[in-house]
């Protein structure tokens, strides 16, 4: 379970979806969301979009490994399809925020790797939110604001690595994935392979 998360603004998107690309052995966990569809995102890829009241139903029911509320809105991990997936050996990169991290951390701490992505500066992030388009001063400063809150949850994660370059930023990722894939522990039918080579 590998998890990435960071204030918006820091890149994220492109990173996931950078190593969902190249990298044949892991796959999104599509979350839960009450919030509206933007264009461009595509049900059950980005997303499974969901009304408040059937969202609430299955925190109810417990087919959530984690949710949290996010900025007004609701988002929630599938627990059925995440672990029949973790079970057979699929890897899962996570994009969700740091109370979702918490949860799953206190859940499964020895299969979850948690990374967090900083912007290089305060400058330049309020660059960054500010050039997405058209928003007047105030949606910045919330957005600021909000980021600022994030930030401050920088602790919590196993891995923290600046933004300055994302090219840098991705190689700097996918080490962390490759290097954790070679933990011991992680490695299955590493003892028999061993026997067999002692034998
Ligand atoms: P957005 O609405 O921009 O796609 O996401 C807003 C925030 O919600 C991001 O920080 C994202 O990482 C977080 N998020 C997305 N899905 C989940 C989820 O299933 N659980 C939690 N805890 N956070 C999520």
New binding site residues.
């Given amino acids: 379970m590998f998890i990435l ?1 960071s204030p ?1 603004g820091t890149g994220k998107t492109t990173i996931a979806r950078r190593i969902l690309t190249e990298d044949g052995e892991i796959r999104l966990s599509v ?1 839960y ?1 009450t ?1 509206p569809q933007r264009p461009g995102e595509v049900e059950g890829r980005d997303y499974y979009f969901v009304e408040p009241r059937e969202f609430n139903r299955k925190v109810e029911a417990g087919e959530f490994l ?3 509320e ?2 007004g ?1 609701l ?3 599938p627990k059925a399809e995440i672990k029949a997936g973790l079970k057979s050996g699929q890897d899962y990169l996570f ?3 740091w ?2 991290t918490q949860q799953l951390y206190q859940r499964m701490e020895v299969d979850v790797v948690r990374v967090f992505l900083l912007p290089p500066s305060i400058d330049e992030l309020e660059r960054r939110l500010s050039s997405r388009g058209t928003d007047s001063a105030d949606v910045v400063a919330a957005r600021m604001s909000r980021a600022r809150s994030e930030i401050s949850h920088w602790d919590g994660y196993d891995y923290v690595v600046v933004n300055d370059d994302i090219d840098a930023c991705f190689a700097k990722v996918t080490g962390i994935l490759h290097s954790e894939r070679m933990r011991r522990a992680r490695q299955t039918g590493l003892v028999d392979f061993v026997r067999e080579l002692m034998r």
């Fill in positions: 998360s918006s979350s969301t919030r984690e949710w949290a996010v900025f809105h988002y929630g991990t994009d969700i925020d109370q979702g």
